[in-house]
């Protein structure tokens, strides 16, 4: 089993930068994809970005091409989210996300362990 804990969220100006952190416990997370999904009030689970087990590969939903960035540390266990040029459409609970497998997805259903959430409120 792989346990996710999400840190990093908090209450940021439109325009503003923010990194959310995901630390992972379990021997075999380097052998999971990682990714990040989000939640806004009153709407369904979102795909954000994903990278491959090696890190060698990144899949992002297009709403954040080019302002988020996902990358991960496998000798520190840990996923990461950059995310600049913060929109107030950017608000909402993430979540880091593990599936089993070489490839990226966006699927959610695909994803086998999930964080709690970590919130992201981006004022305009």
């Known amino acids: 089993q792989v346990q996710l804990a999400e840190s990093g969220g908090g209450l940021v100006q439109a325009g503003g930068s923010l990194r959310l952190s995901c630390a992972a416990s379990?021997?075999?997370?380097?052998?999971?994809?990682m990714g990040w999904f989000r939640q806004a009030p009153g709407k369904e689970r979102e795909f954000v970005a994903v990278?491959?087990?090696?890190?060698?590969?990144?899949y992002y939903a297009d709403s954040v091409k080019g302002r988020f960035t996902i990358s991960r540390d496998n000798a520190k266990n840990t996923v990461y989210l950059q995310m600049n040029s913060l929109k107030p459409e950017d608000a909402a609970v993430y979540y880091c996300?593990?599936?089993?497998?070489?490839?990226?997805?966006?699927?959610?259903?695909?994803?086998?362990?999930w964080g709690q959430g970590t919130q992201v409120t981006v004022t305009s």
């Open positions: 996300a593990a599936r089993s497998g070489l490839l990226v997805s966006p699927m959610k259903h695909e994803y086998d362990y």
């Open positions: 379990g021997r075999t997370f380097s052998s999971y994809a």
């Open positions: 990278i491959s087990w090696s890190g060698g590969s990144t």
